[in-house]
């Protein structure tokens, strides 16, 4: 007799002469049929190989594996190509703060196995939605304030001002030391990369892989959690993004890790006005609606910079070693008096909703 597992039962069961579950399920549903005597016999199984991994088999149908195991696979390639440097330099804690715009990772597979909140939007964005503002208003001295707080956690380790719009003053100095941190660490040399860095938070960033991850592990079988273990048993970095998308996944929800996004979104606004890629009101335009997007999607600043420590791990196995700075920082600022977060009330009218 064969067996199958259903995903709407939630395990193994046997099939009848038909091929259909006891409870008449649809055959969608079913995974990894086999005899419930030995190993499968699906004749679909095949020996596959990942880049840079070794073989495994799976189900030629089971895409949710692929889905998995390929965005971890190419997303570690991705950093270590553009951030192995940052690794091997024994960044300071200051330097370590600069961040590497790792490429989105494309997968197989169909569109329509996958959830809503992990598909992009008509237009290219991803949830949640930046919205711009229909018309720009000049934004108030508090609600400036109050975005500006959004990235304040890494111009707080990297000891910059939380009030000024740059981070610091617009000297030739700064604004040479900012565009060699940007191209070395961002690979922003100019306006258009900047923008083409903006896009890519928008339409997806870092959430968009962590999502996937949580996502296959959420539906995936007790087989196929064995066998993404096993994959990922040699490779850290990619154990590292199973670790936090199992520990924070079902936590965050459709919040995702938006809030590692979008305040280093905000901080690329900061550093490309400071060094000429966006005038003011350019920076302040894309400030505004991410701020308010922040303020939409969380309840506090503990929550938010929660959410962005929780990126950054997901981001970096050596970030996740390192988090006792970042927490730290999250600490001082969640108590000190000349903090702005302890200044600035979360619930500061923003104005416009960023979100429909």
């Known amino acids: ?33 086999r005899d419930s005597t030995g190993p499968s016999t ?21 895409m949710r594996l692929w889905l998995i195991l390929g965005s971890i696979s190419l997303v570690v390639v991705a950093f270590l190509v553009v951030g192995g440097v940052m690794l091997a330099r024994n960044l300071s804690t200051k330097t370590s703060a600069s961040e590497v715009a790792v490429s989105t990772v494309t997968t197989a597979t169909p569109v329509a196995t996958l959830p809503e909140r992990i598909v992009a939007n008509p237009d290219g964005s991803y949830p949640p939605t930046l919205m711009p503002d229909a018309s720009y208003t000049a934004p108030s001295q508090q609600q400036k304030s109050w975005a500006l707080a959004t990235s304040a956690l890494l111009m707080e380790v990297n000891g910059e001002r939380h009030d000024l719009l740059g981070g610091c003053d617009m000297n030739a100095s700064n604004v040479a030391t900012a565009k060699q941190v940007l191209a070395q660490w961002w690979g ?39 066998a993404i273990a096993a994959e990922t048993a040699n490779d850290p970095e990619a154990a590292n993004k199973v670790e936090i998308a199992q520990q924070y996944g079902t936590r965050l929800g459709s919040k995702s890790i938006a809030g590692w996004d979008f305040s280093r979104y905000v901080f690329l606004c900061r550093r490309g006005f400071l060094v000429g890629y966006l005038s003011e009101q350019e920076a302040w335009e894309r400030i505004m609606p991410a701020a308010r997007l922040m303020q939409d999607s969380f309840s506090s600043w503990d929550d938010l910079g929660d959410n962005y420590l929780t990126g950054r791990m997901f981001w970096s196995l050596q970030q996740s070693r390192e988090s ?18 302890v200044r600035i009330p979360w619930d500061t009218d923003l104005g416009q909703s960023a979100r429909q």
């Open 42 to 62: 699906n004749p679909t199984m095949a020996s596959s190989t990942l880049p840079g991994s070794p073989a495994i088999a799976a189900p030629a149908t089971n």
């Open 188 to 226: 922003i040399e100019s306006r258009e990369d900047l923008l083409g860095s903006l896009s890519w938070i928008e339409q997806g960033g870092h959430r968009r892989d962590f999502d996937s991850v949580v996502y296959v592990l959420a539906v995936a079988t007790p087989d196929e959690l064995s």
């Open 324 to 341: 006792a700075t970042w927490r730290d920082a999250e600490r001082e600022l969640l108590t000190s008096s000349d903090s702005p977060w």
């Open 1 to 33: 007799m064969k067996q199958a597992f259903c995903s709407e039962c939630g395990s193994y069961v046997p099939l009848d002469e038909s091929g259909a579950c006891p409870l008449n399920h649809p055959k969608p549903c079913y995974r990894d049929v």
